[in-house]
Structures are given as structure tokens and as C-alpha cells.
């Protein structure tokens, strides 16, 4: 090699170096302030508990179950059986399930003409029939059931 060469291949490699830095950083594509698209939608919150759905309220319900009728026709701990649905699994089929709703569904009953699954022939007697509950009861067991259908963590 000649000495003109030697002094050019320093500078031939540092220009090769330059323009492929310069190459590879122009092909990157410059950060976007367009907003992101997000991702998929967030499932829907589970129904926030209601605020006459408490411990003492739900351990009373459970004790009224138990010693009642309820039992009787929706099973043991509401999972249901021949004579009447389950209060744990879905779907609900007198209303959508709502604390309320039960309260409702407890205090009036569910006359046979109002009954929607006919493989279940008896009709629920109001305020548990014979238990004759008070309303602060019926609210106690609507807390027990709202609980065993929703509470599943």
C-alpha cells in the first residue's frame, strides 16, 4: 500500500461507519403523538355488594335458610333441586337477581301461574309460608341469597 492509501482507509471507514449509523437511524420511524389504541375492552365490574348485604345480615339469612322451608325446596346452601331452582348457579328466572329483587321475590312469593321453569311445579309461598318471616328477617335472607349467588371468590 502506498502512504496516500493508508491515511484514506481510516477515513474511508469512518465514513462507511457515519452513513450506515446515519442510514439505520433515519429507517427508524420517529415516536407517534397519535394516540394508542387500547386494548381490549375491561370485563364489566361484578355488581358492587349492597350496602344491606353485611356479615351479621348474611349469617342470619344462612341460619333462616337452613332451619326453614327454603331448604326444603332450594337444597342445601341453594343448589337447587326437583321442587325449585338454584339460588347459586343462573340464571335467575323470576327477576335479574338484584338485592331488591329478592327482597321482593322472598316478601310476595312466586305464585304457580307466575312459575317460568314448569320442571319446577311448586309455587314459593310469601314471607317462607309457614316461617311467616318478619321484614327485617326477609331482608336477612335476601342477604343470604344475594350472597351465595355472587360471592364466589
Excluded at 500500500?1 to 439505520?24: G, Q
Excluded at 332451619?67 to 341453594?78: E, I, Y
Excluded at 319446577?120 to 335472607?141: E, I
Aim: aromatic residues 4%.
Amino acid at each position: 500500500m502506498t502512504p496516500s492509501r493508508s491515511r484514506l482507509l481510516p477515513l474511508v471507514a469512518f465514513v462507511a461507519t457515519a452513513t450506515l449509523a446515519a442510514a439505520c437511524s433515519s429507517s427508524t420511524p420517529a415516536p407517534s403523538t397519535a394516540p394508542r389504541a387500547s386494548a381490549a375492552p375491561a370485563a364489566p365490574a361484578p355488581p358492587a355488594r349492597p350496602p344491606e348485604v353485611t356479615a351479621a345480615a348474611i349469617a342470619e339469612g344462612d341460619s333462616l335458610y337452613a332451619a326453614g322451608s327454603c331448604s326444603r325446596c332450594h337444597g342445601p346452601k341453594g343448589v337447587g333441586t326437583p321442587r325449585a331452582p338454584s339460588l347459586v348457579t343462573g340464571p335467575w328466572l323470576q327477576h335479574k337477581g338484584g338485592y331488591a329483587e329478592i327482597v321482593a321475590t322472598i316478601a310476595n312469593g312466586v305464585p304457580r301461574t307466575a312459575i317460568k321453569d314448569t320442571t319446577h311445579r311448586f309455587p314459593m309461598n310469601p314471607r317462607g309460608g309457614p316461617m311467616n318471616l318478619t321484614d327485617p328477617q326477609v331482608k336477612s335472607l335476601a342477604a343470604y341469597v344475594w350472597s351465595i349467588s355472587r360471592d364466589k371468590r
